[in-house]
């Protein structure tokens, strides 16, 4: 039952990756993979005991919960519905940084920036969308940066083409700039709430490699994209007369804010941080209703935050729910824990340990691997290998347009294709993960 379990897991990753031969929405084919893995899952609990195929920490956990009915109540009560609140708080993040976002270009807030943006060169615009991802990212976190980011690529970028490539970039930049901070990854946060790494030892220890991920890529696509870019038609950039320049300047200004003050109403709280991005919204949502009668009915139908919640794209929130619902199983039977225990067996060091990892995070989500790394290993606090796991957890998963949060996003944004990704973005990809890598063990030796 388990091999039945994983063969539909990979039968379901192999839809999404070919999402355009087959003509069926990625959306549907994660939902799918989610429902029915949990379901096998759960149906087949007890056969799975016996069996052996359930590790013994899960009838350990089972106990120690004090459930009644174990080991069925423990799997639903203890591992699903856990799981579905966690994923649950990354979908709310998801929707409320979309709707903002939406709303501030509904205003067309984002024209004050593309409008300064007067290059157009494609190498000098990769180093200037790149390096602003980059550090956006560290300070707000990859996800709601890559959100930002695409918005103002199809303000500046007309041939899809050029713009996917740049939108390649831009989540090599938002996963590299995220791992070096505390707050800019999800993986690199959880090491941080464990105390496994302290808050400036890993800006010291990761920002040189995770800068080198960064720059290799941008010195690769800078050499195979010369020439200039073509803009958007000027009247698909039409500003409504009513929308006047301190309309646009509060809506930046708002929106900007609002996204950087949610880590640190995560930091002052401690409550997760959908819920100060439930804030923001809520707060830029009243701004919205009273700026609202200083327009036009017409352009008021097209600005609020209701018709900004219509241009999200659920789509891509499901496909986020499928996804996770999906790798959420593997972890409740234990296959990520028992991975990670059989790296750790066959590979020489715990180096290569955490560079496998990140190579592994492309194609599974970080999250539940990082957490196995957690529980596998009693190191102290700012151990090399904590460092180590916390940039290849962080970047990995920009080998793969599906491995990380950013990618996701883009991918369900701007409809790019996985096989697309694979071929034009992933070689770049994995060329800079390696390369950052090494200077991120040689940094970890010399400040030994």
Not at 285 to 291: F, G, H, K, P, Q
Not at 346 to 357: D, F, Q
Request: charge should be negative.
């Amino acid at each position: 039952m388990k091999t039945l379990i994983l063969t539909f897991f990979v039968l379901g990753y192999l839809a999404i990756a070919l999402e355009h031969k087959l003509k069926i929405n990625k959306a549907a084919s994660a939902l799918l993979i989610g429902a029915i893995c949990w379901a096998l899952y759960v149906v087949n609990l007890d056969s799975l005991m016996v069996s052996g195929a359930i590790p013994d920490w899960f009838s350990i956990e089972a106990a120690e919960s004090g459930v009644t009915d174990v080991p069925l109540h423990f799997a639903i009560e203890g591992q699903h519905l856990i799981q579905t609140g966690e994923i649950a708080s990354i979908l709310f993040f998801l929707m409320g940084a979309m709707t903002i976002v939406e709303l501030v270009d509904s205003h067309e807030s984002f024209a004050l920036i593309t409008d300064r943006i007067q290059t157009k060169s494609k190498r000098s615009l990769l180093c200037t969308i790149g390096t602003l991802t980059f550090f956006m990212s560290a300070v707000l976190d990859n996800l709601t940066t890559t959100i930002v980011m695409v918005s103002l690529l199809r303000k500046l970028i007309h041939d899809r083409e050029d713009r996917l490539k740049f939108l390649g970039l831009v989540v090599i930049a938002a996963n590299a700039g995220g791992a070096w901070t505390v707050i800019g990854d999800v993986t690199t946060t959880m090491l941080w709430i464990k105390h496994k790494l302290g808050t400036i030892e890993v800006m010291q220890e990761l920002f040189l490699g995770s800068l080198v991920c960064f720059l290799v890529p941008l010195a690769g696509f800078a050499y195979t994209m010369p020439g200039l870019i073509e803009t958007p038609p000027r009247m698909e950039r039409h500003v409504p007369k009513d929308i006047r320049p301190w309309h646009q300047w509060l809506f930046l200004i708002l929106g900007l804010t609002a996204l950087l003050g949610v880590p640190a109403f995560k930091t002052f709280t401690h409550l997760p941080p959908y819920m100060g991005m439930i804030l923001s919204l809520a707060v830029l949502w009243i701004v919205s209703e009273l700026v609202g009668h200083t327009l036009e009915p017409q352009t008021r139908s097209t600005t609020g935050v209701l018709p900004a919640l219509k241009r999200v794209d659920m789509s891509s929130i499901l496909f986020f729910l499928g996804i996770l619902l999906a790798v959420g199983s593997l972890g409740a039977m234990g296959v990520l824990h028992e991975t990670a225990m059989w790296l750790d067996h066959v590979l020489p060091n715990r180096e290569i340990v955490a560079i496998v990892i990140g190579l592994v995070s492309s194609i599974v989500d970080n999250v539940p691997l990082v957490a196995a790394g957690i529980e596998m290993y009693d190191m102290p606090m700012n151990d090399p290998f904590w460092m180590l796991l916390a940039y290849c957890a962080g970047t990995g998963g920009s080998c793969l347009i599906i491995g990380s949060a950013a990618g996701v996003a883009a991918m369900g944004i701007e409809h790019v294709d996985f096989i697309w990704y694979l071929k034009k973005i992933g070689p770049w990809a994995v060329f800079g993960y390696f390369c950052g890598a090494a200077v991120v063990v040689a940094t970890l030796s010399l400040s030994a």
